[in-house]
Every structure is written in structure tokens, then in C-alpha cells.
């Protein structure tokens, strides 16, 4: 191998790497107090995932939801530190958007399509009907 050669294969390698060092974006979970909830004195208390790439990134999205909707936290951190009894386990998204109108919603009954391989995800049964009619109904 010349040194031209040699000089190339390390930039490759070193892209790829650095590639690498971007992708991986961590699931993480936090736990939430609802201090206002109408269910208990304590307020209730609720586990979301998210995915962010880093503990500012994770820390900012968790500020970020608890100031908008008036939520106490009681920890975040990356899922997979969580213990067995929550790796194992899969939590509601902090935020959903909904695959046809594109909404954010935030509530704990996303209607699912009926389609089995289908992923979709939706605010309301009408989205959930109009998603049926465009994507899976062949006339
Ligand atoms: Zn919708
Ligand atoms: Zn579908």
C-alpha cells in the first residue's frame, strides 16, 4: 500500500467514525408529578420516553414539556440505566404527533390504525377513519 493510499483509507475510516459519533440518539425516560391532578392529593405520578442525543438535549425537553403543561420532575434519565423493570417496558412518547393531521397531542389514548403492520398513530377516531380511506382502502 503506497502512502497515498494508506493516507486515504485512515480519512475514510475516520469519516465513518465520526458519522458514528452522530447518529445514536438515546431513549430516556423521565417521571413526572402532575401536582394539579384531580386523582390523588399528591398529585399523579407518569413515566414518558424520549429520544435525545444528549443529557442538555434530554434536559432541555424535559424543561421544556414540564413548564408548558405544569408538570414537577421527579427524575430523567437514559432508559437503558433504568433498572430491569423499565428497560423491559415501553413507555407513551412525551409528545405524539399525529400521522395524519400532523397535531401534536399529548394524551394517554392514541387511536392505533387497525391495519396490523401499520404504525400509525392518531389523535382522534376521525383522523384514524380518513388515514383507513387514503392509505389502505384500494377501490
Ligand atoms: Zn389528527
Ligand atoms: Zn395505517
Known sequence: MNENRKARKIREKKTVLNEDDILPSEKWLVRFRNPNSSRSQEGSVFIRQFHAPGFYEAYDTVMTHAEKSNLDILWFKEKRNCGD???????????????????????????????????????????????????????
Open 85 to 139: 423493570e423499565y428497560v423491559n417496558r415501553n413507555f407513551l412518547e412525551l409528545e405524539s404527533f399525529c400521522t395524519y393531521c400532523n397535531k401534536k397531542f399529548n394524551h394517554l389514548d392514541p387511536v392505533p390504525c387497525t391495519i396490523d403492520d401499520c404504525t400509525a398513530e392518531f389523535c382522534s377516531k376521525e383522523c384514524a377513519k380518513n388515514h383507513h380511506a387514503m392509505r389502505h382502502l384500494r377501490h
